[in-house]
């Protein structure tokens, strides 16, 4: 079940919601626990036996290690924990890229096993590892219960599509919450606000990106628009999806991370990544890049380091190579800035804008490929190389017909709109104006998805 | 802090979420859209094979869009908000050029057009040689629209070369002259039948019986209120809408018609309780059908028709039966050619091939 579907909205939701708001406190856990497994089960009702697996190990595994502090033995069961978790994420996840590569590179015929993708694995694989490598160091107190655990696991808001949220961050949440009016509030307003950026502009996007790709005359101004749309449409989708998460989690008294902070205003990569999926990548500093040395063992272990967080980080979006690459690309930009580029990008505003936007399109391109060889093509024809006309009807048909979402969607992507509405926030008006606001936005989304016929989440792959 | 501002906000928002899901629960399923022209889907029933492979969610998903509460009412709101705010040059693939809704044809399928023509040779070498057959194909709207509205469309002359050059001994009558956008009906995607005066001359010259047809102006006009056409529920734009009109005279009135599906049952050329079904069109000689024959009780010859067509023909076919004994109407999208013989005797009779656009560039839906 996505968050963007009639089904969760008109049926789910308001029904979990009225469940939790009825149920007496010491009820309320369960409620969430049998909503969320009834939740993942209606996207994927055969893989909630593997959540249930993921769950009941991992709390298993921080209890026992809870028991041999201080000794050999909790070394070997973080070890073995760890083990657990990443041979589920390899086997579901890449056992068919894997096959796929040694097939490749070997000339071999090993035949791919074809297992569907668990929805959400990377994220309840993540934060369950992050919950036994933080109990390994103290950082937080073993779940007693199996049931709250499982309830931080499948917690419905988060676990299919992020953010990737650490059991410290809901622990307090779990044992005793409060809710209280302004929460709710502002969960309903952050909710609305992600259901329309998914619904009203990144499927929208989409169309475009559709447009593009089903195109009888493409050109180069046409793949540089969809360059251009689908960097607007992941931001969308998935920026939408973690403030939905986040703000169903404030209706229900927890306060997830924040997952974005405006990354297309960054002015270095260093700086994008530090506003992009911040859940994941404090993943990767907390859980690889230190543990690995960071940037404290010297150049050489430092660059290695980067380069092995970035390659993760590009197969953890996906498994192919193009997604490799896309990390490879950023662990690279990421070392060139440390090394030399950082201190130039920080005296132009302008020069430094163009920089991030510019390799964050050309990442998208390679993120959004058909594999290597549609990559190829993509990053050919968008530096005019395959032998495409400039421009087409087709390009200017589009461009005219999306040129207003467009501009919606760029002036979305800045803190501008943010600090339009804080300015106005106070004013009396906006006791009527807000409101109807978020009354207007839900009905715009549900008249969207009424009619909609595209609406997957993107990040649903991951 | 203003308390009441917050307060409105969580109530508009389960005001919303709580009276669609009442409003949902408490309605009943509708079984048809009269403006989109499918059934809609009903409450799936579970089993365990559908619910562990997820078709049953997707059915139930589906099921929730197309009997949500105001469905029709969302749907124009998407439209208008798509079309008219953030101006974007069609809604589904269908834009609005001086009040008339047309749809969008951008891809040209060479094959398909290529096919079309196959099936017209085929059906000649099977069934028609030595008879006087012609054809000839009606524009769509986005022909006449397209450039001057600045809209996308395949290259119809690109279309009609292939077309015509893969064709044998065929005559070909080229109709893209005798029409223009405002003998479409606004709302649908056919043509008007009170226009068809160019039409039905064009045709009649080639096929050298202009002397038997009577003037269009000597048909007695019958006028139905409102016809709302295809593109209303497709586009769910504000569609201005149409008056159906039909021509009548003596021959039409007595004219005797059947139906290959409805054997045995007389019909009448026209079935104005048709407009407020699925398809207003089928006023026409009550819409798809395989084969379909019209005799002219008062005819002065013994010459026959066969026309092959598409929807369109169902309006041109009642104007030309003053100049024949028996019209016979063949649909080949509901009927396999290699049974025609079984219902049809092909002797000498004249043969029209009769296809729009869309059905040339999508040949395969010939059987």
């Not at chain 1, 009639?6 to 010491?26: D, E, H, N, Q, R």
């Not at chain 1, 101004?221 to 989690?249: C, E």
């Not at chain 1, 010297?298 to 996906?318: D, E, F």
């Amino acid at each position: 079940m996505v968050f963007s579907s009639i089904t969760f909205l008109y049926g789910f939701l308001p029904l979990i919601l009225l469940a939790w708001f009825v149920a007496p406190k010491s009820m309320r856990n369960w409620v969430l626990l049998l909503g969320s497994l009834f939740f993942y089960a209606f996207g994927q009702p055969s893989f909630v036996l593997l959540l249930l697996f993921a769950s009941v190990s991992n709390w298993a595994f921080a209890l026992r290690l809870s028991r041999t502090r201080g000794t050999k033995g909790a070394r070997q069961i973080l070890i073995a924990a760890i083990c657990v978790n990443l041979l589920l994420l390899g086997f579901f996840k890449y056992a068919d890229f894997l096959i796929g590569s040694v097939n490749q590179v070997l000339g071999t015929a090993i035949p791919l096993l074809h297992i569907p993708l668990p929805i959400g694995i990377s994220f309840f694989i993540f934060q369950s590892m992050s919950y036994v490598i933080d109990v390994y160091r103290e950082e937080v107190v073993p779940q007693r219960s199996l049931a709250q655990f499982t309830t931080y696991v499948a917690l419905f808001p988060q676990l299919i599509a992020g953010p990737v949220v650490r059991y410290g961050d809901v622990e307090q949440g779990l044992r005793n919450r409060s809710s209280s009016m302004n929460q709710l509030y502002s969960g309903v307003r952050r909710f609305t606000m992600g259901l329309a950026k998914k619904v009203l502009i990144a499927n929208s996007m989409d169309e475009l990106c559709s447009a593009f790709r089903g195109a009888n005359e493409q050109s180069v101004l046409f793949v540089w628009i969809y360059a251009l749309a689908f960097t607007l449409q992941i931001y969308f989708d998935f920026s939408g999806y973690s403030d939905m998460a986040i703000g169903i989690g404030q209706m229900l008294g927890f306060r997830f991370p924040e997952n974005f902070r405006y990354p297309y205003s960054s002015r270095s990569i260093t700086e994008f990544w530090r506003r992009w999926h911040i859940t994941l990548g404090s993943w990767f500093r907390d859980y690889v890049y230190i543990p690995l040395g960071g940037n404290r063992k010297g150049k050489h272990v430092w660059l290695r380091n980067l380069a092995i967080v970035w390659l993760l980080t590009g197969l953890w979006h996906g498994a192919a190579w193009n997604f490799a690459l896309w990390g490879f690309l950023y662990g690279l930009l990421l070392m060139v800035e440390k090394l030399f580029l950082g201190k130039y990008l920080e005296k132009s505003k302008v020069l430094s804008h163009i920089y991030v936007l510019f390799f964050t399109l050309l990442g998208f391109v390679i993120f959004n490929a058909d594999g290597m060889g549609g990559m190829t093509r993509d990053l050919s024809s968008l530096f005019g190389l395959s032998g495409l006309p400039l421009w087409s009807a087709e390009t200017s048909y589009y461009l005219n017909s999306y040129f207003l979402t467009l501009v919606i969607a760029i002036v979305g992507v800045t803190p501008l709109p943010k600090l339009l509405a804080q300015r106005w926030e106070k004013k009396p008006v906006m006791t009527i104006l807000e409101p109807l606001a978020v009354g207007l936005l839900l009905l715009m989304s549900t008249a969207f998805l009424v009619d909609g016929s595209f609406n997957p989440f993107l990040y649903f792959r991951f | 802090m203003n308390k009441r501002k917050p307060m409105a906000t969580i109530v508009v928002f389960f005001v919303i979420l709580w009276g669609f899901l009442l409003g949902f629960l408490l309605l009943p399923d509708a079984a048809l859209s009269y403006t989109e022209r499918r059934k809609l889907e009903q409450l799936p029933k579970p089993t365990v094979e559908s619910i562990l492979s997820t078709e049953y969610m997707k059915s139930l998903e589906q099921y929730a869009q197309d009997q949500f509460p105001l469905r029709e009412e969302l749907r124009a709101m998407k439209a208008q908000l798509q079309y008219q705010v953030l101006r974007q040059g069609d809604s589904q693939g269908i834009y609005l050029a001086n009040g008339s809704a047309i749809k969008m044809e951008a891809t040209l399928k060479p094959e398909e057009v290529l096919f079309c023509a196959d099936k017209i040779n085929d059906l000649y070498e099977t069934y028609l040689q030595d008879m006087n057959v012609y054809c000839a194909v009606i524009p769509d709207k986005n022909y006449f629209a397209a450039e001057e509205f600045r809209h996308l469309s395949f290259d119809y002359g690109r279309m009609m070369t292939l077309f015509t050059q893969r064709l044998s001994q065929v005559q070909y009558v080229d109709l893209f002259g005798c029409l223009s956008l405002s003998d479409y009906y606004l709302s649908d995607a056919h043509w008007r039948q009170e226009a068809l005066g160019p039409v039905r001359d064009t045709l009649a010259k080639a096929m050298g019986i202009q002397d038997r047809l009577p003037d269009l102006e000597s048909y007695t006009r019958q006028e139905l209120y409102p016809f709302q056409g295809v593109y209303v529920g497709q586009s769910a734009l504000p569609i201005e809408m149409d008056r159906l009109v039909y021509l009548t005279n003596p021959v039409l009135n007595q004219a005797i018609v059947q139906s290959a599906e409805q054997e045995g049952s007389l019909l009448s050329v026209y079935a104005p309780e048709k407009l407020k079904g699925m398809d207003g069109y089928d006023v026409f000689l009550h819409g798809a059908q395989a084969i379909i024959t019209m005799e002219n009780p008062m005819a002065r010859t013994d010459k026959e028709l066969i026309l092959f067509r598409d929807s369109f023909g169902s309006s041109l076919a009642p104007l030309l039966l003053d100049a024949y004994k028996k019209v016979t109407l063949i649909d080949l999208r509901y009927v396999a050619s290699q049974y025609l013989g079984d219902f049809v005797e092909f002797t000498d009779q004249d043969v029209l091939f009769l296809y729009s656009t869309g059905i040339v560039n999508s040949g395969r839906l010939l059987r």
